[in-house]
């Protein structure tokens, strides 16, 4: 009987933390830590964002894909909530990351080399799990090519 409950604890725990069907998110990993990530792919969903969210679960975020690498540059406009970026380069390893508060986009915060993908994440994330410039971006599938439609529609 306690082993039932035990698998049905975890049954559940997994169920609370997946995404739910609809929420477009896929599981990346970064340094061998995942999170479950929106991804941006076109220019609108990337100029987008993460704007007027209220809050990200633990864990999840959005992935923003530029067509090639080239300097990146993202604001705070309209989003309510800290954040951490992570910028990497075309290989996928971790250029810099920084925290961003809400300043309705006066401040531009940078990639400090071209970046591929910028990773947008609770601010603290990247500390909390111990990410440094090196870690490495592993993702599930090519998604340069991929339909936008993994954006969560909000």
Not at 26 to 44: L, P
Not at 112 to 134: D, I, Q, T
């Amino acid at each position: 009987m306690q082993r039932i409950r035990s698998v049905t604890f975890i049954l559940v725990c997994m169920l609370m933390t997946a995404p739910h069907a609809g929420e477009d998110r896929i599981a990346i990993r970064v340094g061998g830590v995942t999170a479950w990530v929106e991804v941006a792919v076109s220019d609108h969903a990337r100029r987008q964002g993460l704007m007027y969210r209220q809050a990200l679960a633990k864990d999840q975020g959005m992935l923003l894909v530029f067509p090639r690498e080239q300097p990146v540059q993202i604001w705070m406009l309209n989003v309510p909530i800290p954040l951490d970026v992570g910028f990497f380069d075309d290989q996928g390893i971790l250029l810099n990351w920084l925290t961003m508060q809400p300043d309705g986009g006066r401040e531009i915060h940078r990639s400090s080399a071209p970046a591929r993908y910028a990773l947008e994440m609770n601010a603290g994330w990247f500390r909390r799990n111990g990410l440094v410039s090196g870690a490495r971006l592993e993702l599930p599938m090519s998604i340069e090519a991929a339909p936008d439609d993994y954006k969560q529609k909000r």
